[in-house]
């Protein structure tokens, strides 16, 4: 299950040019969030960052508890 498809979150895929311009295979450059591009707090299972999971997390299906 891919989040492109629940959310419709368009994702680039233009090409690169310059030092950063190829994909990294591991470690915190290789994981970025499907929604807003950030490296920072991703929750690895659902690639997507603690911010952005807040911020869509009854579009996913959790429930907030008080």
């Known amino acids: 299950m891919t989040f492109e498809v629940l959310f419709d979150i ?6 690169q040019s310059g030092p950063h311009s190829h994909r990294k295979p591991f470690g915190k450059g290789s994981r970025s969030c499907v929604s807003c591009y950030t490296f920072r707090g991703i929750i690895r299972k659902l690639m997507m ?3 952005c999971f807040r911020e869509y997390a ?3 299906g ?4 008080d």
């Open 58 to 60: 009854k579009d996913i």
């Open 49 to 51: 960052c603690r911010r």
């Open 10 to 15: 368009p994702v680039k895929k233009n090409e």
């Open 62 to 65: 959790f429930v907030i508890l």
